[in-house]
């Protein structure tokens, strides 16, 4: 069964710390992998899509990695305004839409 | 103006109402979603569609309809609505990668 899996689910950080956000896949035949942000009580602001193993991509304070079992998000020197619940989703090979994980709520106080 | 809008934004009725949440968008994309977001449950797909004659069920459509009334427009009905209906209700449209949300529906069933 495909499945995603976010951890931690809340994480608390203070301004500056840096730290990871993880999320597990299994999938058959990943056809891409996403990270979105989420706002409380807005719509998810796509983020990053990582294809293949090895793959990164970068903005602003975030970087996004990928291996096979699954992805990272990284938070360099974060700032408050980055308080929001990440999440990650993957396009399976056989059918094409979109599985979401449950998300990781981030913290960060000044 | 935002690529993907939502009516209502919030809209509370009671239990055995029928319920329409209106979708369009402005990008011209061919693919339409619709998505609800419990706590604890993450995004869950309840119809979809990939062009104008096609529409399809998703995880949960039980208890939900849809219309594609054009290229731009997608619409959840609720046909009679009950209180574990209670969610956000979110519309994303697609190209045949990355998904786009809208801002979101807040629908109180009491």
């Known amino acids: 069964e495909d499945q995603v899996t976010q951890s931690p689910e809340a994480l608390r950080l203070q301004e500056g710390e840096s730290s990871s956000l993880n999320c597990s896949y299994t999938?058959?035949?990943?056809?891409?992998l996403f990270w979105y942000r989420q706002d409380p009580g807005k719509g998810p602001e796509f983020l990053f899509t990582l294809y293949s193993a090895g793959e990164e991509k970068e903005k602003e304070r975030l970087k996004a990695t990928l291996t096979k079992k699954e992805s990272f998000l990284h938070i360099t020197a974060p700032k408050p305004e980055d308080s929001a619940t990440y999440l990650c989703a993957v396009r399976p090979g056989r059918q094409g839409n979109l599985i979401f994980g449950k998300g990781t709520k981030l913290s960060v106080k000044p | 103006d935002a690529d993907v809008t939502q009516t209502p934004r919030n809209r509370i009725t009671k239990t055995g109402k029928r319920i329409m949440l209106e979708c369009s968008q402005t990008k011209g994309h061919d693919r339409m979603y619709w998505y609800r977001q419990d706590p604890g449950l993450g995004l869950r797909l309840i119809y979809y569609s990939f062009d104008v004659k096609d529409i399809n069920k998703g995880e949960i459509s039980d208890g939900y309809s849809v219309s594609r009334q054009a290229q731009a427009k997608f619409s959840l009905s609720l046909e009679s609505a009950i209180p574990n209906q209670t969610a956000l209700y979110f519309c994303?449209?697609?190209?045949?990668?990355?998904?786009?949300f809208g801002p979101g529906t807040r629908l109180t069933v009491l």
């Open positions: 999938v058959s035949g990943l056809r891409g």
């Open positions: 994303a449209i697609s190209d045949l990668d990355t998904q786009y």
